[in-house]
Structures are given as C-alpha cells and as structure tokens.
C-alpha cells in the first residue's frame, strides 16, 4: 500500500521559493500517478500538479501555478518534488500530497485519488 508523507512547507516571503517533497511510507510509487494539491482555509481543495510516476507522460499544473511550480521525481529515494518558486500571499494553503490512478480525464481533481499525505503548511507572508 502506497502511503504518501509530505514535508517542507514552512514560513516564506513573498517572492521566495520552496520544495515540497512527497515520499511514499509504504510501497513505491510505480504505477500510479502522484498530484499535489491545496487548501487556504475556507476554501475547497484545489489541484495543483499531477504526473504520473512511470513513463514519460504530461506534467499537469494549474494555470495559476504554471511557469511558477514544477514537478520532479527521484527513482532513487522514491520521492516526488514540487519547487515552488515566486511564491505569493495567494499561495499560501496546506498542501497535500496525493496518489492514485486516475484516468485522464480526473488526473487533475481530487477524485481522481484515493491515498492522501497528512498535509504540510504553507505560508507566504511578509
């Protein structure tokens, strides 16, 4: 069983960079897709970016991340990154690591996963 655990949130000024690493506790991520995901509070979970682990498939993000965020992985630490980079007060949420198996038209919701990290905080403040 794959358990996904987020790290690397913490406090930041706008305009600053974070990493976000999600690692599997469990099994290995091969064959499902990992997506990052956010919640401010009051709001509802929004996507972030997905990919999935094996192949050389697309890396989904956002529009309001794109060109700012991006999604790596490490097949040697079992570890899926997201660099966070110009970082504004609008991003700051918790969030969660996520895996699944999604088809492609849910690869970017919420429903499209089925095991999800604990969450890590993110805040983007002066």
């Known amino acids: 069983q794959v358990q996904p655990v987020e790290s690397g949130g913490g406090l930041v000024q706008p305009g600053g960079s974070l990493r976000l690493s999600c690692k599997s506790s469990g099994d290995t991520f091969v064959g499902y897709a990992v997506g990052w995901f956010r919640q401010a509070p009051g709001k509802e979970r929004e996507f972030v970016a997905a990919r999935r682990w094996s192949g050389g498939g697309t890396t989904y993000y956002a529009d309001s991340v794109k060109g700012r965020f991006s999604m790596s992985k490490d097949t040697a630490t079992n570890t899926m990154s997201l660099q966070m980079d110009g970082l504004t007060p609008e991003d700051t949420a918790v969030y969660y690591c996520?895996?699944?198996?999604?088809?492609?038209?849910?690869?970017?919701?919420?429903?499209?996963?089925?095991?999800w990290g604990q969450g890590t905080q993110v805040t983007v403040s002066s």
């Open positions: 996520a895996a699944g198996r999604p088809i492609i038209s849910t690869i970017t919701t919420v429903r499209g996963y089925s095991v």
